[in-house]
């Protein structure tokens, strides 16, 4: 089980280039600011001949949805489309310092016997549940992209 937010794949498909950019292109459209409950695709970002970053436009709150960043490279009879999705940077440094100001407090703390030892499980251990739960809702929604980019990529939506 993979337990950072991070996943790297590469999906190879025997079509050229311009068809698999014509797919991704139904499926993404620009970022905008502001964005209403209208029709629209399923994802926002850019695309370019190069590779891609995109993300799922949804209309709640999440940090933990994944932006994915897509390169191209074509060989002879194929395209190979190395994936990576990863929490976007500002979550990353946020969770970073959220746990450094958590344990920098809690363990000297609890160290110093100032609590009691039933109490120090609980401080030490909710952070830790915290992220797996983060985890959790990041693998779901990352694993669903996953499986969208495969079919819409291999032609089979």
Known sequence: ?????????????????PIVLQRLNALVEPTKTFRFYAKHAPYQGSISESGFQISRIIHYRNSFLPVIRGRFEVQSHQTLIHIQMSLPPFVMAFLGFWFFCWYSAIIPITLAGAMPNHMAALFVGMPILMLVIFCVAFWFKANRSRTELRKTIQGQI
């Open 1 to 17: 089980m993979k337990v950072l937010p991070y996943d790297s794949f590469t999906i190879l498909t025997t079509d050229p280039l």
